[in-house]
């Protein structure tokens, strides 16, 4: 295959250097044969590209025999976000798409996810409201609740939530939506059960993830909880053990800790939250203890003991207490370390449809896997396990499964934002600190403290930072990071200032409505005005004004 492109390339370039020859005037450079061969020289990158990915293609597939026509354009094997979004946009463009799902449509975003998780962070900050009474010029309050009827209410809003994402809703926007399980049994034909065989032209994965479990000493003797069986509950545990300080760690803590729990988090590393700044982190952890949220940073899960239901994690210190070892008793325990992609049970390894370290799909820019037919988006794939990325994959993943032949779409990771839904919220979007220094990129800082905000101060969450990362001397932004009430919303206007090459002077130069979270946004603009405003140009100012006074 090498030969043949060196081959092709020798014959473009012999042809325009022969045309060059030739040229025994001026007027010969515009000879059509010169300009026909520079034309050619111009594409022949392109064109040699499009070849060997052709010849790629056929050579992986060859030993498949490629069926006389095909039951469906597109098989979508998997209802969370991604391949809901596919499918739909598949149907949407008039391709025959169906849709399998072995478990529940909606995947881990409705079932039990986003949506369960919120309605009980919903809940659970309601009582946090009771308990700030005071603070709201109340004098006093109570309340009452059974744990049951919260989980209840859970259930409630995702059977609200549910239509959304229903077979129902597929089917009528021309989506043969099947229940069963998907085994990919060739790069054309996908087996369902193991009795339907379905030809297609492409397959899109969109398996998703589950929750790890770390293979830690013990931890088969006891019942252990995680994101997934979680919302079976209906006792409120007395002392809830976590391990984990991600976000969905962190996101259930604090809820259980302002339902009543006894609530002690668990995490290996020095701080909550490692992936955002360590002023970032430190924050939550400053509400989580003054919560009453016991936080043990640096301890490593060593063993679990089960003695007569008296059930224990033993933990290795790892600070300076290293190599003692501590002991906490717990009544349920949750794992939240972390998900895995799943990959195993539906084709790839007979295919040898090779994984990355991490153990996602490997696939290109533009989420093809090895064969040139089959993609991958979502959690499966990684390298970020959000619903909205999954959502922002699987538009790749449909086009240039539909229509690759024509254009292909690198997938665009330019501006991921993402939230953890803690009180208060952090939200975030490009670089922070952490990762501009990794990568060496020069930058500025620009912060606005929420503390001063009046609809803040009115609201009684007076309270986080707004931080900006930029160009030095410059307005073009990095990345962002929000601590405070409503970040998640409030990070919005700088996602779409990045992604529209907006800079701060935009957002200065943008009216915001008055008394509203969102002024944090224009404040910190302002801040960066100031910081960056000529004084040479002050100064001539200011003596300007000063002759128009005498």
Known sequence: ???????????????????????????????????????????????????????????????????????YNLVVIGAGSAGLVTSYIAAAVKAKVVLVEKHRMGGDCLNTGCVPSKALLRSAKFLSHVKRAKEFGIKSTSVDFDFADIMERVQRIIRQVEPHDSVERYSQLGVDC????????????????????LTTRNIVIATGARPFVPPIAGIDSIDYLTSDTLW???????RLLVLGGGPIGCELVQAFARFGSQVTQVEMLPRILMREDPEISAMVMARFKSEGIDIRVEHRAIKFINNNNKKTLVCECLGEQQGEEVSIEFDEVLIAVGRIANTKGFGLEELNIPLTPTRTI??????????????????????YQFTHIASHQAWYASVNALFGRFRKFAVDYSVIPWATFTDPEVARVGL?????KEKGIAYEVTTYDIEDLDRAIADEEAHGIVKVLTVPGKDRILGVTIVGEHAGDLIAEYVTAMRYKLGLNKILGTIHIYPTMTEANKFTAGNWKKAHASKTILSWVERYHSWLRK
């Open 232 to 238: 079976d509950l209906r006792k409120l545990p007395k």
């Open 432 to 436: 922070n600190e952490l990762e501009a």
């Open 178 to 197: 099947l229940t069963g399980d998907a085994k990919i049994t060739s790069p054309y034909t996908v087996e369902i059960d193991g009795q339907t065989l």
């Open 1 to 71: 295959m090498l030969f043949r492109s060196m081959l092709a390339g020798t014959i473009v370039y012999v042809n325009a250097g022969t045309q060059i020859a030739k040229i025994e005037s001026l007027s010969g450079i515009l000879s059509p044969g010169l300009i026909l061969s520079f034309v050619i020289l111009g594409f022949f990158p392109f064109i040699a590209k499009k070849i060997i990915a052709a010849i790629k293609a056929r050579k992986v597939l060859s030993q498949y025999e490629k069926p006389k026509h095909f039951d």
């Open 362 to 383: 490997e696939t290109d820019q533009y989420l093809q896997t090895l064969y040139p037919n089959i993609f991958a988006c979502g959690d499966v794939v990684g390298p």
